[in-house]
């Protein structure tokens, strides 16, 4: 009698433990892959300006980097004491559906002090901010980030461009969506600088 309870004894606690010690691993799997791709890749491909960059479910064409005091093409002056960095670029949403996921796509490295954490999208088109890109239909846009009047202004920018994958299924609700962001080129630009028209 006090074998058999021994005995389950001793498999309870093997299965406890073995259970414990393959979350631990789990947990610290998935947390080395989710830093290693947080961490952007060492040597990204370089872009040229005017280059197609193939990322995900965008395709982009980076044209120019500015940085003015002008209104934005909207006519909006922004807020009092700060300037406009904008980034001019050619975008196609390559995806079944519309998508305003667009505000990520850019990013600098290294990172802009007083940058705003979020850009504005404008359609150069018709000066109107973008809600929604639709799929198939490449659009001239300006993204424009505020940054404090005082802040000094680099000569060049290095523009990091982010993709994203499409997954047939995901992990969690086995639904098709776009996952994985991750960098996947990086462009150097001359920051052109205005204090008159942008």
């Known amino acids: 009698m006090a074998t058999t309870a021994f005995a389950s004894l001793r498999r309870s606690f093997a299965s406890k433990l073995t259970i414990g010690i393959g979350g631990l691993l789990a947990l610290g799997l998935t947390t080395a892959q989710t830093l290693r791709e947080a961490m952007p890749p060492a040597n990204l491909p370089a872009a040229q300006a005017g280059q197609p960059i193939e990322a995900g479910r965008w395709q982009l064409v980076i044209r120019e980097a500015g940085l003015s005091s002008a209104p934005r093409p909207d006519g909006y002056r922004g807020r009092p004491g700060t300037k406009a960095l904008s980034v001019d670029l050619d975008l196609m949403n390559r995806s079944s559906e ?27 088109r018709d000066g109107a901010i973008l809600g929604a890109l639709q799929p198939g239909l490449p659009e001239r846009i300006r993204m424009v980030w505020d940054l404090p009047e005082a802040a000094p202004a680099p000569e060049a920018i290095r523009v990091v461009v982010t993709g994203e994958t499409f997954k047939p299924r995901d992990n969690l609700l086995a639904a098709p969506g776009w996952f994985n962001r991750k960098p996947v080129a990086a462009i150097t630009l001359p920051l052109r600088t205005e204090g008159g028209g942008s």
């Open 98 to 124: 519309s998508s305003n996921a667009i505000a990520r796509i850019l990013s600098f490295d290294p990172p802009i002090a007083g940058l705003s954490p979020l850009p504005t999208a404008y359609l150069l």
